[in-house]
């Protein structure tokens, strides 16, 4: 069965220095896998995916996540962080033969500080 | 484009009231609309997956008889909270994808409060 860990519920960072959100996956086949960001009394917003194309997967606003099968992640970084990025990050995973199931991670929200 | 509009974005009902939730895929065939439920500081809950013309498929403890989906078109699906009590209250969120893998994609979310 699928899983996601999101190792850290909360991360605080100062503008301007780098993010990173950590994401573990669970699957026993070929995933994709999403990055979500959630702003307060909003839907979901996707990031950017990775469907077993390249690896380094570029997103919007700036983010980027790499999968890496040896060690079952998907980290999202970002060189710089900007206030508009303080919102609820969450990480997918999906594997095709389970049809259209999508398991979330528990979200990490990210605080940016002045 | 992949623009999911949700409707209403707040309602306020009284209790003992039905509300009806309206998730429209705008500009793309959605085979599948998923309904989620968010409590404070949490991640989604899933409801029920809706493919289009079918029954929806229920996750363990949600009450199939009081949140009612009906997905009669690939661009429409709708969210019943029928005979809505106080602890309904909660931001309910759709998202629709147009295939398996293909990712999802979410529209803006309802607050419902019943009083």
């Known amino acids: 069965a699928q899983s996601v860990t999101q190792l850290d519920s909360h991360v605080s960072v100062s503008e301007g220095t780098p993010v990173l959100l950590r994401c573990n996956y669970s699957?026993?086949?070929?995933?994709?896998l999403f990055w979500y960001v959630q702003h307060p009394n909003k839907g979901l917003q996707l990031l950017l995916k990775?469907?077993?194309?390249?690896?380094l997967v570029k997103g919007i606003n700036g983010f980027e996540a790499e999968f890496k099968k040896s060690e079952t992640s998907f980290h999202l970084t970002k060189p710089s962080a900007h206030m508009s990025d303080a919102a609820e990050y969450f990480c997918?995973?999906?594997?095709?033969?389970?049809?259209?199931?999508?398991?979330f991670g528990p979200g990490t929200r990210l605080s940016v500080l002045p | 484009g992949a623009v999911v509009s949700q409707h209403p974005s707040r309602v306020i009902c009284k209790s003992g009231t039905s509300v009806k939730i309206e998730c429209r895929s705008l500009?793309?065939?959605?085979?599948?609309m998923f309904w989620y439920r968010q409590f404070p500081k949490q991640s989604l809950m899933l409801m029920a997956t809706s493919n289009e013309g079918s029954k929806a498929t229920y996750e363990q403890g949600v009450e199939k008889d009081k949140f009612l989906i009906n997905h009669a078109s690939l661009t429409l699906s709708t969210l019943t909270v029928t005979s809505a009590h106080p602890e309904d209250s909660s931001f309910y969120i759709c998202?629709?994808?147009?295939?398996?893998?293909?990712?999802?994609?979410f529209g803006n979310g309802t607050r419902l409060t019943v009083t």
């Open positions: 997918v995973v999906s594997e095709e033969r389970y049809g259209q199931n999508f398991v």
């Open positions: 500009d793309f065939q959605a085979t599948t």
């Open positions: 998202s629709a994808t147009r295939t398996a893998n293909s990712p999802l994609h």
């Open positions: 699957s026993s086949y070929s995933p994709s």
């Open positions: 990775y469907t077993s194309a390249a690896t």
